[in-house]
């Protein structure tokens, strides 16, 4: 059984900061890619970003230069910090990880159950 875990969300002014972290924690033996996900009121979940295990990244257009992603593979967690913040940043953020259970098993994706930032004009 795997959980992922978010911490680190809240109300925040526009030009704020906020640190978002994800814990992966149960039965895992290797954890692919994490990343982070979005999803706004009446929009579709989309990716905010990406880091993989050799730590490579990928950002959304939209948070390039103000996002940063990063991971600490001992501590299986990614980070999300999010600098000047923007009022349509405003979304619940979810976490994502693929990973393994056993050694030459299969990588399925696991989701957070979320954490809400809202960012106020």
């Known amino acids: 059984q795997v959980q992922l875990v978010e911490s680190g969300g809240g109300l925040v002014q526009a030009g704020g900061s906020l640190r978002l972290s994800c814990e992966a924690s149960?039965?895992?033996?290797?954890?692919?890619?994490m990343g982070w996900y979005r999803q706004a009121p009446g929009k579709q979940r989309e990716l905010v970003a990406a880091i993989i295990s050799g730590g490579s990244t990928n950002y959304a257009d939209s948070v390039k230069g103000r996002f940063t992603i990063s991971r600490d593979n001992a501590k299986n967690t990614v980070y999300l910090q999010m600098n000047s913040l923007k009022p349509e940043d405003t979304a619940v953020y979810y976490c994502?990880?693929?990973?393994?259970?056993?050694?030459?098993?299969?990588?399925?994706?696991?989701w957070g159950q979320g954490t809400q930032v809202t960012v106020s004009s």
């Open positions: 149960g039965s895992i033996f290797s954890i692919n890619a």
């Open positions: 994502n990880a693929e990973l393994s259970a056993k050694s030459g098993g299969i990588y399925y994706n696991y």
